[in-house]
């Protein structure tokens, strides 16, 4: 019977983009990485092909806390299909410098290579888009913990916004604060045929502060970190 590991994951790049799909001139980013882009993160480390990516999506479990949410860049282009074309500005929204520990949860089976391969991955690293390189926060960027289940009152991760209803109160810890605030992100993906299609899930996200509950509630414990996973 497989044990559940847990995989920390804490990552400083110098920028990110997290796209949120909803409009073609303005690209708009979520302020971490949603759960398609991390474990697909993972899968690059892995080797893995469209099918593995989308085993792996369905074995692991991932939560993530925003350490720092970076500073929210904004860029500009103009796009012209042809000479004789009107001028579309395209906006396209860049996270600079952020900082996320992420968490992943599996059988020991899963866990431990994915491990092995962050240390030596099959391809390059990407946490968003292709310009959005993953680099390590510290030396020591990546580990493999115990998973336990426990009860908390406050919590620093990325909620479920179905859990996040049950709160009591946001309690900001510093200035440069992101107030919470409900996402719908991609979670997993349905297919038909060569075509796939995102399965999203809505979430609340904030960062340097904590979410307070009236009463405990269960969450997975990351060598005693509390942290919700979807």
């Known amino acids: 019977m497989s044990n559940l590991l847990g995989l920390i994951v804490r990552t400083r790049p110098l920028q990110a983009h997290f796209r949120i799909p909803y409009n073609s001139l303005l690209l708009d980013s979520y302020p971490f990485p949603p759960k398609?882009?991390?474990?697909?993160?993972?899968?690059?480390?892995?080797?893995?092909?469209?099918?593995?990516?989308?085993?792996?999506?369905?074995?692991?479990?991932?939560?993530?806390?925003?350490?720092?949410p970076g500073t929210r860049i904004e860029e500009v282009a103009a796009i012209?299909?042809?000479?004789?074309?009107p001028l579309y500005p395209i906006k396209k929204v860049l996270l600079y410098k952020p900082v996320y520990r992420m968490f992943f949860?599996?059988?020991?089976?899963?866990?431990?290579?994915?491990?092995?391969?962050?240390?030596?991955?099959?391809?390059?690293?990407?946490?968003?888009?292709?310009?959005?390189?993953?680099?390590?926060?510290?030396?020591?960027?990546?580990?493999?913990?115990?998973?336990?289940?426990?009860?908390?009152?406050?919590?620093?991760?990325?909620i479920p916004t179905e859990a996040y209803e049950k709160a009591e109160r946001f309690v900001p810890l510093k200035k440069n604060i992101?107030?919470?605030?409900?996402?719908?992100?991609?979670?997993?993906?349905?297919?038909?045929?060569k075509s796939r299609r995102a399965v999203y899930r809505k979430v609340t996200a904030f960062a340097n502060g904590y979410v307070e509950f009236r009463d405990c509630v269960e969450v997975p414990l990351f060598d005693g970190e509390p942290v919700m996973v979807f």
């Open 105 to 158: 949860s599996g059988p020991d089976e899963v866990i431990e290579p994915a491990y092995r391969s962050l240390t030596d991955p099959k391809f390059a690293l990407y946490l968003g888009d292709s310009e959005s390189l993953f680099y390590p926060a510290e030396r020591d960027y990546a580990k493999i913990v115990e998973v336990e289940e426990g009860e908390e009152k406050v919590l620093r991760s990325v």
């Open 36 to 68: 398609t882009t991390a474990i697909g993160m993972l899968a690059a480390a892995m080797g893995l092909p469209e099918e593995g990516f989308r085993k792996l999506l369905n074995e692991l479990d991932y939560g993530v806390i925003i350490e720092k």
């Open 178 to 193: 992101l107030v919470p605030r409900t996402y719908s992100i991609p979670v997993n993906f349905t297919y038909r045929g």
């Open 80 to 85: 012209f299909k042809n000479p004789h074309s």
